[in-house]
């Protein structure tokens, strides 16, 4: 199984502030990888699939890059609409979820 | 506009079956599509069931292969889940979705239902 650790597991930020979410993989996924945003209560919402193609819709604040085993959601000039928990998903091998990481206002 | 619905007991007592239905509406899922379930246990990450096209066999979460079926009803146009013999662990918020063509990532959700396993 490959296993996926988000870090940090939560963060506080205020609006404005430039964001950096780090998603590893266990083993090589190539570029296999997803980001989702989950609202307290909602189902997630796709943001950027295959490490780095943006969902359509999807503002153009969020960004995503890595390859392998190392990957990044950076957010900028976050809004308050941002504050949600993000989830990274790999899809090399079946499908795993990371654990989340929890954005929350300073 | 793709829409999603589950449906289905709200508590089920471990041991037994559960069994939930997703109403799909907007689009036919015989017409393509990878169509499936992820789960969520209160408080923790997501988890992949299983993925569906209509007229191939499913793929399933080797975790939970023994015990999980999905199933598509072209009558009524929606997708079934089975899971026997539950456990506390099996307690979840339980989401239907459709994959974004061939990358395996879910692109449309249903809202998602909690499914309780308690005596």
């Known amino acids: 199984d490959i296993q996926m650790t988000q870090s940090p597991s939560s963060l506080s930020a205020s609006v404005g502030d430039r964001v950096t979410i780090t998603c590893q993989a266990s083993?090589?996924?190539?570029?296999?990888l997803n980001w989702y945003q989950q609202k307290p209560g909602k189902a997630p919402k796709l943001l950027i699939y295959d490490a780095s193609t943006v969902e359509a819709g999807v503002p153009s604040r969020f960004r995503g890059s890595g390859s392998g085993t190392d990957f990044t959601l950076t957010i900028s000039n976050l809004q308050p609409e941002d504050f949600a928990t993000y989830y990274c998903?790999?899809?090399?091998?079946?499908?795993?979820f990371g654990g989340g990481t929890r954005v929350e206002i300073k | 506009q793709l829409q999603l619905q589950e449906s289905g007991p709200g508590l089920v007592k471990p041991s037994e079956t559960l069994s939930l239905t997703c109403s799909v509406s907007g689009y036919s899922i015989s017409s393509g599509y990878y169509w499936g379930w992820i789960r969520q246990p209160p408080g923790k990450r997501l988890e992949w069931i299983g993925r569906?096209?209509?007229?191939?066999?499913?793929h399933y979460n080797p975790s939970l292969k023994s015990r999980v079926s999905i199933s598509i009803d072209t009558s009524t146009n929606a997708l079934s889940l089975t899971l026997s013999s539950v456990t506390a662990a099996d307690t979840a918020v339980y989401y239907c979705v459709r994959l974004k063509g061939v990358i395996v990532a879910y692109e449309y959700w249903g809202q998602g239902t909690l499914v309780t396993v308690s005596s």
């Open positions: 998903q790999q899809y090399d091998n079946l499908v795993s």
């Open positions: 569906i096209y209509y007229g191939r066999s499913a």
């Open positions: 083993q090589d996924i190539y570029n296999y």
